[in-house]
Structures are given as structure tokens and as C-alpha cells.
């Protein structure tokens, strides 16, 4: 049998047998052809170990990031498997890079050595295995670019790394087992043993290299740390005035139960490197300043003077959430605050108002009372997220964000975010004894107007309109990292668009102020119904979201009494017109009559040169009351026991308002009757008050008008004046 061995060996590679001992153990067989010569050598070469050690890393630590199971929460974040898988994302990354440079070198020889000789299965499994090699290194490339250079990754090029990567390991594993068969097969007596100690220390030198290279990796893990959640703002005693609740009297709840860390709850710049077409969206809206609006602050100033700090949790679930929720509301920090001249709502952060975190952060909604009655789950948190977005560290975050998505889109995109229950746990008000000292008193509430109005046929019914479609309406990605909308979007996916987060509605006066021009010119388009949202088109008719319409005669005599109506209908508006805080905004019908010469016959709903409107306008608006019975003009809700006039249409209603007037008997004909709906934010007495008379006033807008003309008919004649 030794001889049909060695004849066998000569047949292919020479004659063996007259070699000397040790020429025969420098004889060595190429690892890959079989070929009796000095390539056997390449077996125990440290380059081979290296390009294969580095391969099985990479394979290994890509199976681990493939099937690691995602946390579902923050404190499954900060646990060290979590940690580990995203140290071995940087660790494949880099080590990919490296891999690719000895793998490809070493490729190049040997595919150069061996594309020349005899084709057979072996081989095509070889050319195979480079091929998927290339693909899978050259996807590599361009995710890591993608991640550290752009926005987001292609999901269609991550999934060809992946697969290909699948597909080359057992081809290549496979080719590489019949190489080391083979040239076991061939190999001389004299070589075996020397060709045996190589292979092995091949296995087991590039096996202990990526055993290695995971193990440093879980190592790193367990000697990282990530943010702290649970401390919230340092104080010596948290006042619970309102109960246990360490929020009350708001709803708001956290995960963990106590306050929360306001680095957590902050970082919405961070998130614009990657989403800046919805930063920018965000940064204009009512929810970016929230917290900031001057006079929000101005109420909630008094509110604390009034009934101390801990009573402003009440507005903070909704208006300031950053700070209730890390426990900056509470004396302590209101003193310490007020020693800086700030007021006890700008703690740190909350110039955020409601951050992406906060918002993204709703894990549960409790509910459907109102006041903030959502429960907010600290989201899972990537390595370095709260470092400097320009440091080195912050990079790396992002980087890891963007390679490794999973997490972040998971834990940040919910499917409770497509139902008017999210939006009503702010959008629903009430007042109770805790706060007034005197009972419940119901106060704005779009949820169960719109739950009650034309626009729900309920769940699923072509005819529903919900929310996020009238307010957040489609848009065109432009810098955006979503390839989409996701899946919990009850209407997507919508490949290359996004929900458009300036949430447009009725207040065009803050952004005023913070000269965000786009923004103004876009919210008086929406109250004017000129925004086009084309998912919901034909469900809405054209023209003015709410309708201005004169119902005059058609002629009148001199001297004689004359009446006209206006009607107002809401033929849009997704729950009653107007809505919010009703004691702060101003929306009336101006109507005038004009005779053919200019002359004002008549004319209600004037603004004086003060600012001030005309006090007999017809206003769709309410009074408050306190317990004296006078009427609150400054939003102070916590002296508010009830209100003793409330004027609003419902969705698909309309109201009509009669006038009269005496037509003077010197009159030019034909008469103009002409009516404005006007809308103003805040009125002048709460500008003035909040603001030391400093001469603010804001701007008016003009939702929808009508004019008619009325003939004048001479008296005797009958005929036309």
C-alpha cells in the first residue's frame, strides 16, 4: 500500500523517492492544489492563520449580531449583552477592514496560482467562495461608509452582506475541507506528519484568534457603563405634597416608577444628524417649545407663586415633561433655580420642551382621561449616546445607530402612535380638586370631540380620518435617514416619505415671535384650509376648513330696517372649532356694511388702536370662573371652578348669527356687506398683563370671508338707486 502511495505521488509531482530525508521533510504540498512542493509550507504560513482566524471572527461575530436577541427596555440595555453585541458590531467593522486587506492579498496570489489548473468541483467551489468574498467584502465597505459618513444604511445592500456572507461560509468552509483531505491523500509518508502538525496549528491558531477576538469583545462590554437612569435631578427631599405619586398631580407615570435621569430624556439635536428633515419640523412646532413659550412660563411662574412648584406638575406632564419626569419640579431645584434668575420651569433641558426621546418614550397609554395619562419607558440606549455628537465617542454612537438599526427602530416606533388615544392623553383636560381646591371642572378635549364628531366611522373605516393624518400628513423625504414610514403607521409603509412633525393647528403667534416664517405661512394656510393633504382629499370638500358665508336680502329701501346673517360652519375641523384653551384665544366675526362710497354703515368685530377687539363681537370663545364668580382672563386654571359661557361649532355644524341696522336715507347704492372669521393666539389683556404692557400684540388671521352686494330701491319707483 506504501508503494501504490508513493507511485501515485510520482505519477503526479516527480519522483519523491530518491530524496534525500531532509529534502523530503522540506518537501511540502500546496494546501490548496496538492501539488508535491515546497507550498506546503503555506499551511503553517501566519498569514493563511491570520486571513482564516480573522474570517471565523468575522463570521462568528456576525452570526452573534444577526440572531442576539434585542433589549425591549432601557435596563435591558444597560445589561452587558446588549453592550457586548454592539462591541462586536465595532469590533467586525474594523476587523472587517483589516480582514479584507490580509484576505484580499492573500486571495489575489493564491486565485492567480490556481485559475489555470485542471477545473473541477474543488475548484468551483473556490471560485464561488471569491466571489461571495468580494460581495460580501465590497457591501461591508459600503455600509460602514453609509454609517459613518451618511445618514442611514441601504437596507436592500445590509441584507446582501448578510446573505452573501451566509452563503460563503459553506462554500468556502467546504472547498477548504477537500483542499485538506487532498493533499492528505497525496502527501508522502515522510511529509504526513509535518503536513498533519501544520494543519492543525492552522485550526487551532486562527480558532483561539477569533475565540479570542469575541472574548475581547464581551470584555470591553463588561467594563463599560452606560447612563445612569434612576437618579433624576440630586435633591435632598422630593416634595410629595399631592400624594406618593412622585408626579402628581399630573398622570404622567415612568417605567421605574421615580424620577428619571434628564440626559435620557434630552438629545433631540442628536437625532437630527440622521433625521433632519423631522428635527427641523419638530424644532418650529408647538412641541419644541412647549416648555420655553414665554407665556407658559409667565402662567406657570404664577401658578408656583401661588400654590408652590409641585403644583406646575400638572401643566408639566404635557407642557414640560423633561423636567417632572426627572424630579426637577420640586422646591429644591426651584430655589436653586431662582438663585441663577430663572424661574422653577427651566430646568436643565427643558428648553427641549417635548423632546423626540419623550415622545418616542410613550410605552403605555393609561387610559383615556387625559392630563397625561401615558406611562414613559426610558428607550434602550446604544454606547456613547449621550456623549458630544462631534466627539469621537458621540461618532461611534452614531455610527452604531446607523449599522446596527434594529434596536433604534424597534424601541422608538410604536403602533400605538397611529391612534387618537396617543395624541388625547395631552389633548384631554380636566381640572379636580387637587389642583382648584373645589372639584372637577372639564376643559379642552379634541379627543372625545373627534370620537363623537362625523370623521369616526370607527376602526378601519374608509370614512375615518384619525389624527396623524390631518396633523401629520405625508411628506416628501428630502435629508431624511427613514426609508419610509414604518410599519406601526396604520396607513404604511410609504417608501420615501415621512410623517411631517411641525403638527400645524391653530398657533401661528409663537412661531411668530421666533421669526420661524415658515412655519406662520403654513399654519395660516391650514386654518384656512388651503394646506393640500392628499391622502385625505376626497374625503374632505374644498375650500375654507371653516366657512364664512353673508345671507343678506337682495334689495332694501332708504330709511328702512335692515337684517343679514352670517353663518360660520365647520366643514373640516376635526373636533369643535375653535379648541384649546379658549380663554386665551380669540376668534370672532367681523362684519361691516359699506354703502357705494366707502360710507360705514356698519361694522362689528372692530380693533381698536389698543389692540383690543370690539367687546359686542360675536366670539366663539369661553368665560372661567373662579369661586367669586368673576371672570379669569390670565389662564390662571388653579382659581377656576367653572365657566359661565362656552361658544364652539362641532365638526360638520355651523352657526348663524343675525344683525341688523337702520340704512340711512342719504345712502349711495348698492350696499356691501361683507364678513371676516378672525383668529388671534392670545388676546391683548393676557399680551399685556404677561408682558408689562411692553406693546406686543400678535397677528390676526383671516380664516374665510364673504361679501354680498345689496341693491338700494328707490321707494316710490321700485327701481335701483
Given amino acids: 500500500m506504501q508503494s501504490d ?24 504540498v500546496n494546501p490548496l492544489s496538492g501539488a508535491p512542493d515546497r507550498g506546503a509550507r503555506r499551511w503553517a504560513s501566519k498569514l493563511l492563520a491570520l486571513a482564516i482566524g480573522l474570517l471565523l471572527y468575522l463570521v462568528l461575530s456576525g452570526l452573534v449580531i444577526y440572531l442576539a436577541p434585542l433589549p425591549s427596555d432601557f435596563m435591558e440595555s444597560q445589561g452587558w449583552a446588549w453592550k457586548a453585541v454592539q462591541w462586536q458590531v465595532l469590533l467586525h467593522t474594523v476587523l472587517g477592514l483589516v480582514a479584507g486587506a490580509i484576505i484580499s492579498r492573500y486571495l489575489w496570489k493564491h486565485y492567480f496560482s490556481v485559475m ?67 493533499v492528505r491523500r497525496r502527501a508522502t509518508l515522510e511529509v504526513l506528519p509535518l503536513l498533519r502538525s501544520s494543519q492543525w496549528r492552522l485550526a487551532a491558531g486562527s ?47 415612568s417605567s421605574t416608577g421615580s424620577p428619571i435621569n ?35 412660563r409667565a402662567v406657570a411662574s404664577a401658578m408656583e407663586g401661588d400654590t408652590g412648584i409641585e403644583s406646575t406638575r400638572y401643566c408639566g406632564g404635557c407642557h414640560n415633561p ?23 420651569q427651566e430646568a436643565p433641558h427643558s428648553e427641549e420642551g417635548i423632546s423626540c426621546t419623550v415622545c418616542h418614550g410613550i410605552t403605555e397609554i393609561q387610559g383615556s382621561k387625559g392630563n397625561a395619562n401615558y406611562e414613559f419607558t426610558p428607550p434602550p440606549r446604544y454606547l456613547f449616546e449621550l456623549e458630544d455628537e462631534d466627539s469621537l465617542l458621540g461618532r461611534l454612537s452614531s455610527f452604531l445607530i446607523r449599522a446596527y438599526p434594529q434596536t433604534h427602530k424597534e424601541s422608538l416606533s410604536k403602533a400605538h402612535y397611529k391612534l387618537p388615544e396617543y395624541c388625547g392623553t395631552c389633548h384631554k383636560q380636566y381640572l379636580d380638586e387637587s389642583v382648584n381646591n373645589f372639584g372637577w371642572v372639564r376643559l379642552q378635549n379634541q379627543l372625545d370631540n373627534w ?45 420615501g416619505q415621512h410623517r411631517n412633525h411641525r403638527w400645524l393647528a391653530a398657533n401661528q403667534a409663537i412661531p411668530w415671535l421666533l421669526e420661524e416664517d415658515e412655519q406662520v405661512n403654513l399654519t395660516e394656510k391650514w386654518l384656512k384650509g388651503e394646506y393640500l393633504v392628499p391622502e385625505i382629499q376626497d374625503k374632505w370638500l374644498e375650500g375654507p376648513a371653516v366657512a364664512t358665508d353673508v345671507a343678506a336680502p337682495e334689495s332694501v329701501q332708504p330709511a328702512e330696517a335692515m337684517e343679514y346673517s352670517v353663518v360660520i360652519a365647520n366643514r373640516k375641523v376635526g373636533h369643535e372649532f375653535p379648541t384649546g384653551p379658549l380663554d386665551l384665544i380669540q376668534t370672532w366675526i367681523e362684519t361691516k356694511v359699506e354703502d357705494a362710497s366707502g360710507r360705514t354703515l356698519f361694522h362689528s368685530g372692530w380693533v381698536g388702536e389698543d389692540n383690543y377687539v370690539d367687546p359686542d363681537a360675536h366670539y366663539f370663545r369661553s368665560f372661567p370662573i373662579d369661586e367669586e364668580g368673576d371672570v379669569i ?54 399680551v399685556d398683563v404677561t408682558t408689562d404692557n411692553s406693546g406686543l400684540t400678535f397677528p390676526i388671521t383671516d380664516l374665510s370671508s364673504s361679501i354680498v352686494e345689496v341693491e338700494l330701491v328707490n321707494q316710490k319707483t321700485g327701481r335701483a338707486r
Fill in 207 to 253: 480558532s483561539a484568534a477569533a475565540g479570542l477576538l469575541l472574548v475581547i469583545g464581551a470584555g470591553f462590554a463588561l467594563s463599560s457603563s452606560g447612563p445612569e437612569i434612576s437618579t433624576g435631578v440630586p435633591v435632598q427631599e422630593y416634595g410629595l405634597k399631592y400624594g406618593q405619586g412622585p408626579f402628581l398631580p399630573s398622570n404622567v407615570n
Fill in 451 to 495: 370620537k363623537e364628531s362625523k370623521w369616526n366611522q370607527g376602526p378601519g373605516s374608509p370614512e375615518t380620518i384619525v389624527c396623524i393624518e390631518c396633523h401629520m400628513p405625508l411628506t416628501p423625504n428630502v435629508e431624511e435617514a427613514s426609508s419610509g414610514v414604518s410599519d406601526g403607521d396604520p396607513f404604511g409603509p410609504h417608501p
Fill in 633 to 686: 382672563y390670565l389662564h390662571n386654571l388653579w382659581d377656576m371652578v367653572g365657566t359661565t359661557y362656552v361658544r364652539v361649532i362641532f365638526p360638520g355644524f355651523s352657526e348663524k348669527v343675525n344683525y341688523a341696522l337702520d340704512v340711512p336715507e342719504d345712502v349711495a347704492g348698492p350696499l356691501t356687506v361683507s364678513a371676516n372669521l378672525r383668529m388671534r393666539k392670545f388676546h391683548q389683556k393676557f
Fill in 322 to 344: 423633561i423636567s417632572i419626569l426627572s424630579g426637577s419640579l420640586t422646591a429644591e431645584v426651584a430655589d436653586a433655580l431662582e438663585m441663577q434668575g430663572k424661574t422653577g
Fill in 116 to 182: 489555470r489548473q485542471r477545473f473541477d468541483w474543488g475548484r468551483l467551489l473556490g471560485h464561488l467562495s471569491f466571489w461571495m468574498f468580494f460581495v460580501c467584502g465590497a457591501s461591508g465597505l459600503v455600509l460602514t461608509w453609509q454609517a459613518w459618513f451618511g445618514s442611514n444604511i441601504t437596507y436592500w445592500i445590509d441584507t446582501v452582506h448578510t446573505w452573501s456572507g451566509f452563503v460563503m461560509v459553506p462554500l468556502l468552509g467546504w472547498h477548504l475541507f477537500r483542499a485538506w483531505v487532498r
Fill in 5 to 28: 502511495r508513493l507511485e501515485s505521488l510520482n505519477r503526479d509531482s516527480g519522483d519523491l523517492s530518491s530524496a534525500t530525508d531532509d529534502e523530503a521533510t522540506r518537501l511540502q
Fill in 262 to 296: 434628564a440626559d435620557v430624556l434630552a438629545g433631540s439635536e442628536n437625532c437630527g444628524s440622521c433625521h433632519k428633515d423631522i428635527y427641523d419640523e419638530w424644532k418650529a412646532s408647538a412641541h419644541s417649545w412647549s416648555a420655553s413659550d414665554m407665556f407658559f
